[in-house]
T-cell receptor, first 113, second 111 residues
Framework: DGGITQSPKYLFRKEGQNVTLSCEQN?????MYWYRQDPGQGLRLIYY???????QKGDIAEGYSVSREKKESFPLTVTSAQKNPTAFYLC????????????FGAGSRLTVL | EDQVTQSPEALRLQEGESSSLNCSYT??????LFWYRQDPGKGPEFLFT???AGEEKEKERLKATLTKKESFLHITAPKPEDSATYLC????????????FGKGTTLSVSS
């Protein structure tokens, strides 16, 4: 079955360490997105990519970096510059035509110790 | 600035007690309004897309409606399995194809 795979499901990090969250999709979708979700908050956009080798900053890009070298993959690096990285991270993708419905992965929960 | 506001933040219902969730939005050039359901610790699951005022869509006990300023998610005779957080989002030109989300309404249905 086609879908979006995020890994790891849970990740613990010490302060000052960079971590990379993986997002892979086999839906042949063109666009991919990273959102952050905090308790009692909606989803906030970190970065998005409409095509390979191109990406744009969202509302809260500071302290994060991404790459889009392959259509299927959109990894997110949480750097030590992110002041409050503990959160639930969601990756999504979209077929850039048709119904414009974002499909989400199951999420990755990052905890900074 | 484009915004999405959902109310109430939390809603507790008895099984069979119908109610509505509200999503008000201010967007320049609405391209679509989306409703998602999210269970704890999981990714959001798509429910509906609405594109123009007056449009309605239904799925089982859920019905979504859209006006020029807000959308309602009506829940008829809810069951405990309807308990979840319901997220509203809009697609606006300045964010490309990304969605702008509200904070959600957490629904609890007790038997």
């Amino acid at each position: 079955d086609g879908g979006i795979t995020q890994s790891p499901k849970y990740l613990f990090r010490k302060e000052g360490q960079n971590v990379t969250l993986s997002c892979e999709q086999n839906l042949n979708h063109d666009a991919m997105y990273w959102y952050r979700q905090d308790p009692g908050q909606g989803l906030r956009l970190i970065y998005y990519s409409q095509i390979v080798n191109d990406f744009q900053k969202g509302d809260i890009a500071e302290g994060y970096s991404v790459s889009r070298e392959k259509k299927e993959s959109f990894p997110l690096t949480v750097t030590s510059a992110q002041k409050n990285p503990t959160a639930f991270y969601l990756c999504a993708s979209l077929k850039d035509s048709g119904a414009n419905v974002l499909t989400f992965g199951a999420g990755s929960r990052l905890t900074v110790l | 600035e484009d915004q999405v506001t959902q109310s109430p933040e939390a809603l507790r219902l008895q099984e069979g007690e119908s109610s509505s969730l509200n999503c008000s939005y201010t967007v320049s050039g609405l391209r679509g309004l989306f409703w998602y359901r999210q269970d704890p610790g999981k990714g959001p699951e798509f429910l509906f897309t609405l594109y123009s005022a007056g449009e309605e869509k239904e799925k089982e006990r859920l019905k979504a409606t859209l006006t020029k300023k807000e959308s309602f998610l009506h829940i008829t005779a809810p069951k405990p399995e309807d308990s979840a957080t319901y997220l509203c989002a809009v697609q606006a030109p300045q964010a490309g194809t990304a969605l702008i989300f509200g904070k959600g309404t957490t629904l609890s249905v007790s038997s």
